[in-house]
């Protein structure tokens, strides 16, 4: 196992409780989210965009950009977090889909399957330049997959 999927591995199942918890999603649209994620971010192994000088490009988990990665940028600081570390990014994320992106849990709600929820969250929320979405429904079904290894009923 590579880099990559050693950190998604370890870090999808904790990213999903926090989404389960925090909106009452099940395991599957909670790995939709974070199948969005992993594809931003490279299984949360690069938090700057590869390529791109200092303030350009996307940042964090979500590969924020424009007035979102100043957002983004000045939460961190104002809050006493680092920009790469996962509380940061997390309570952004949070902080976003409390307010301006609900729409996007309220859409990943109304999914039956983690290939759906990865489809409505990127169309609510990710919005990306570039979809890419068979890489997103693939980081979907390694994020549910991380999440149910370490979650077997009955323990």
């Excluded at 925090?22 to 994620?37: E, F, K, M, S």
């Excluded at 729409?103 to 290939?115: E, F, L, N, P, R």
């Excluded at 969250?121 to 997103?136: P, S, W």
């Amino acid at each position: 196992m590579n880099r990559q999927s050693e950190t998604f591995y370890y870090k999808a199942p904790h990213v999903m409780e926090a989404l389960m918890k925090r909106y009452y999603l099940t395991d599957y649209q909670a790995a939709g989210i974070v199948g969005n994620l992993g594809r931003e971010c490279a299984g949360f192994t690069v938090l700057h965009e590869e390529g791109q000088p200092a303030n350009r490009g996307g940042y964090g988990w979500g590969q924020w950009t424009g007035p979102r990665r100043a957002d983004f940028l000045n939460f961190c600081e104002q809050n006493h977090l680092t920009w790469q570390s996962d509380e940061g990014n997390l309570k952004f994320l949070f902080l976003e889909l409390d307010k301006e992106y609900y729409s996007a849990i309220i859409h990943v709600k109304c999914t039956g399957d983690a290939h759906g929820a990865a489809f409505a969250f990127e169309r609510y929320y990710e919005r990306a330049g570039v979809v890419a979405m068979k890489d997103r429904w693939a980081w979907a079904d390694r994020a549910l997959s991380a999440y149910r290894s370490t979650h077997r009923e009955g323990e």
